[in-house]
């Protein structure tokens, strides 16, 4: 099993442009949830799914959407990408909601 | 929503130390904490977690203690190595939902 992977590892981008992070599990976890870390601020909770058609926000859902149309895949999208979302971002799955098993993360820098 | 406050931001310790991080939560729903290690450039690992209806926990040289009357968790780790070296941070869910504390920067010296 690959576990969680995220790519890419590493994005800059233009204020105001769009992307996608994308994350895929092999685990057959129906959670899957986004996190960003800031320094000093642990990780904080971006969006979440319980199962394919089903997201919530989190803790920070601004200026993020996200889908899950599998179980395997739940990509995070930025629609105008603003100084402030320089972070790196996790993405993390799990069988339940609480025992979460991370990516490696994928290092966003906006200009 | 839940708070978790997490202590020292930084610990630095001798190989053969031990090293105690401790948390305290906000939130009396809380039913599960974990501990993650991250190491640099690679996402957080779980290394250990404990549920409210026990009081401690152990894993070799990991250990995890619960007070929920005083809402606080403690990770101790004994015998500390330098690979020991890692962010650590703890979390707390009440409905399934993590809400992570900020981190404690570990450095075990040789």
């Known amino acids: 099993n690959a576990g969680v992977t995220q790519t890419p590892k590493f994005q800059v981008l233009k204020t105001g442009q769009s992307m996608t992070l994308q994350c895929a599990q092999d685990m057959n976890h129906e959670y899957m949830s986004w996190y960003r870390q800031d320094p000093g601020m642990g990780l904080r909770l971006i969006h979440y799914?319980?199962?394919?058609?089903?997201?919530d926000q989190g803790e920070v859902p601004n200026g993020y959407n996200v889908s899950r149309s599998t179980t395997e895949d739940f990509p995070l999208r930025l629609l105008s990408a603003a100084p402030s979302q320089t972070s790196v971002y996790f993405c993390?799955?799990?069988?339940?909601?609480?025992?979460?098993?991370f990516g490696p993360g994928t290092r966003l820098l906006v200009l | 929503g839940e708070n978790v406050e997490q202590h020292p931001s930084t610990l630095s310790v001798q190989e053969g130390d031990s090293a105690v991080i401790k948390c305290t939560y906000s939130?009396?729903?809380?039913?599960?904490f974990p501990w993650y290690k991250q190491e640099l450039g690679k996402g957080p690992q779980l290394i250990i977690d404990i549920r409210s209806n026990v009081g401690e926990k152990k894993d070799q040289r990991i250990a995890v203690t619960l007070n929920k009357t005083a809402k606080h968790f403690s990770l101790h780790i004994t015998e500390t190595q330098p690979e020991d070296s890692a962010v650590y941070f703890c979390a707390a869910s009440p409905d399934g939902k993590l809400t992570f504390g900020q981190g404690t920067i570990l450095t075990v010296h040789p």
């Open positions: 993390a799955s799990s069988y339940r909601s609480e025992t979460q098993y």
């Open positions: 939130d009396s729903a809380s039913n599960y």
């Open positions: 799914s319980v199962g394919a058609g089903i997201t």
